[in-house]
């Protein structure tokens, strides 16, 4: 069991909890049937579009991660993932709450957040072979030169590309923005009209960002076995 937060009002300060997990190789189709039974029939469809068993996976855990944190939040009804919707721009919440979400996958890795009194955007990237040319019409020419010149290139290109995935997130509209918005991301501001804060997390095997509307204060960070979401039972109080 994970410890429960207490109870939540309007005076509580902006609160997020976030989770990860790693798929693992041996990871199965009879795996993906026992995850899916646990979500609403309305995602199926979303999930089971891919073909390849391990895009299913990446997106399944991703909405289990959901259910985990919200009850975590104490939000148990919510959990049951009912009231999850997609914006005109692909961008997930959850009908009538009181929680922002968001999510993210790359190679054996999901990630998935909620935040309380904030809006957020999450991303997770992992250290790969790239061609870093796909990067010049959204990276800076400072940026560009500065990749170029790095120890690591691959990883100061998916540190760039990660803080900016994950303000494009928080932000909703994504890469449907012009590509001077997302070059000059620093100036892409949140509702309010204040700057996003961005925090990046330790990540062993990529990069991790976290965006906010609002000052980081509270963040809860858990790891969940993949077996245990899987298999886990909807609750729903």
Same mark, same amino acid.
């Not at 959990?79 to 993210?104: M, Q």
């Given at each position: 069991?994970?410890? =429960?937060? =207490?109870?939540?009002?309007?005076?509580?300060?902006?609160?997020?909890?976030?989770?990860?997990?790693?798929?693992?190789?041996?990871?199965?189709?009879?795996?993906?049937?026992? *995850?899916?039974?646990?979500?609403?029939?309305?995602?199926?469809?979303?999930?089971?579009?891919?073909?390849?068993?391990?895009?299913?996976?990446?997106?399944?855990?991703?909405?289990?991660?959901?259910?985990?944190?919200?009850?975590?939040?104490?939000?148990?009804?919510?959990?049951?993932?009912?009231?999850?919707?997609?914006?005109?721009?692909?961008?997930?919440?959850?009908?009538?709450?009181?929680?922002?979400?968001?999510?993210?996958?790359? *190679? %054996?890795?999901?990630?998935?957040?909620?935040?309380?009194?904030?809006?957020? *955007?999450?991303?997770?990237?992992?250290?790969?072979?790239?061609?870093?040319?796909?990067?010049?019409?959204?990276?800076?020419?400072?940026?560009?030169?500065?990749? =170029?010149?790095?120890?690591?290139?691959?990883?100061?290109?998916?540190?760039?590309?990660?803080?900016?995935?994950?303000?494009?997130?928080?932000?909703?509209? *994504?890469?449907? %923005?012009?590509?001077?918005?997302?070059?000059?991301?620093?100036?892409?501001?949140?509702?309010?009209?204040?700057?996003?804060?961005?925090?990046?997390?330790?990540?062993?095997?990529?990069?991790?960002?976290?965006?906010?509307?609002?000052?980081?204060?509270?963040?809860?960070?858990?790891?969940?076995?993949?077996?245990?979401?899987?298999?886990?039972?909807?609750?729903?109080?």
């Amino acid at each position: 069991m994970y410890p =429960q937060l =207490q109870q939540l009002t309007s005076n509580t300060k902006p609160t997020i909890v976030f989770g990860q997990c790693r798929i693992p190789v041996w990871a199965e189709t009879e795996h993906f049937e026992r *995850g899916i039974s646990r979500l609403p029939d309305h995602l199926h469809a979303d999930i089971r579009r891919y073909h390849r068993l391990e895009d299913r996976l990446s997106r399944l855990v991703t909405r289990l991660l959901v259910q985990k944190i919200l009850q975590i939040f104490g939000l148990w009804g919510e959990s049951s993932l009912s009231g999850w919707r997609k914006t005109a721009w692909g961008r997930p919440f959850l009908k009538d709450s009181i929680v922002d979400i968001s999510i993210s996958h790359a *190679g %054996l890795w999901a990630v998935g957040a909620a935040g309380f009194n904030c809006r957020i *955007g999450v991303d997770v990237e992992v250290f790969r072979p790239l061609d870093l040319t796909i990067f010049t019409p959204y990276f800076t020419t400072t940026e560009m030169a500065r990749v =170029q010149t790095a120890a690591q290139p691959v990883a100061e290109a998916l540190n760039c590309w990660s803080l900016r995935e994950a303000i494009l997130k928080a932000d909703g509209r *994504g890469l449907s %923005l012009p590509e001077a918005q997302i070059r000059d991301i620093t100036g892409l501001l949140t509702p309010a009209g204040t700057a996003w804060r961005v925090r990046p997390l330790v990540f062993a095997d990529g990069c991790l960002y976290l965006a906010c509307d609002q000052e980081i204060d509270a963040l809860d960070r858990y790891e969940f076995d993949f077996l245990e979401l899987v298999n886990s039972e909807v609750l729903t109080a």
